[in-house]
């Protein structure tokens, strides 16, 4: 792999930059990250996938936000990570295991077109209600149909661990607005240790659900895969769903399959944007902070 080499890849236009740790000539700290991820002074992505070697799977990877927080799992994430070491040949079988700071992943390319991953499966882990775990600080043992004041309104949240931290709150209608103007109060509401991930959710019927989705780290993105499946768990948990659901995001549709243990499974399309060499004037300044 050239110096420096990066893909951009999105899942439903939820888009990350793909480097590899033996490939890039700089640090990729905190300030890197967020000058990388910035739409003004470097590529724009919701964030970014950093292959590791691991000693557990067959391929190491570590998510950061664009805020240069680092994230334990991503669903569309580790799928355009799967379509990255699969088409550039890294990992030579259509099935294998990711190692991610939230635990090992199973994919399956289901789909190609030309060679190239397009449909891809992953055993993205087990749902977590204990409210500890996930974590939160209320002391009940879970953190279901709660309500909470955040910034001056009242909601109901419902709380899971899917590797990362979700508030999933049921809505009758759905309003981008009202996200965008309360999601980073509950991301850093004071019962949220770590920041939370949080989805609006209109249920459509027992195989379908909307959702709108505001990220830890990254704020609104048009689509999110553990959003899909942590949505899918609290449904499945409250017995509005069966054991399969179609998640209907802005950015289009994942689909999401959770067992009577609460084993998630996601399944959804990857497209490759297009691939380069970052330029040494970028890196230059890679380590300054982006200008308000
Ligand atoms: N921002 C998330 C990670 C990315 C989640 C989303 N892009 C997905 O596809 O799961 C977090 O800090 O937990």
Request: glycine share 8%; with cysteine; net charge negative.
């Amino acid at each position: 792999m050239k110096d420096n080499f990066f893909v951009k890849s999105h899942g439903l236009g939820n888009e990350y930059l793909v480097l590899d740790s033996d490939a890039i000539t700089f640090e990729l700290s905190a300030q890197a990250i967020r000058r990388l991820c910035n739409t003004n002074y470097g590529l724009g992505t919701d964030g970014i996938l950093l292959k590791t070697n691991s000693t557990k799977a067959d391929v190491g990877l570590l998510i950061f936000n664009p805020d240069g927080s680092e994230a334990e799992k991503s669903g569309n994430g580790i799928r355009i990570f799967c379509k990255y070491v699969f088409d550039y040949k890294i990992i030579q079988t259509p099935e294998f295991t990711v190692e991610t700071k939230g635990g090992i992943v199973h994919a399956n390319i289901l789909e190609t077109h030309q060679g190239k991953a397009k449909v891809i499966r992953i055993d993205i882990g087990k749902a977590i209600f204990q409210s500890k775990l996930i974590p939160t600080l209320y002391d009940t043992e879970e953190v279901q149909d709660v309500k909470a004041r955040i910034h001056g309104k009242e909601f109901e949240i419902n709380c899971v661990s899917v590797g990362n931290p979700h508030c999933v709150i049921l809505k009758e209608t759905l309003d981008a607005a009202e996200i965008k103007e309360f999601g980073t109060y509950i991301e850093h509401f004071h019962m949220f240790p770590n920041r939370i991930n949080t989805q609006f959710v209109k249920i459509i019927n027992r195989e379908r659900a909307e959702i709108l989705i505001w990220e830890r780290g990254a704020g609104f993105t048009l689509a999110s895969g553990t959003s899909s499946c942590a949505v899918a768990s609290v449904l499945k948990k409250k017995g509005l769903i069966d054991s399969k659901v179609t998640v209907q995001m802005i950015g289009g549709e994942l689909t999401v399959e959770v067992d009577d243990d609460f084993n998630i499974r996601l399944t959804g399309e990857v497209r490759q944007i297009c691939e380069g060499i970052l330029n040494p004037e970028l890196l230059e300044d890679i380590h300054l902070p982006i200008p308000k």
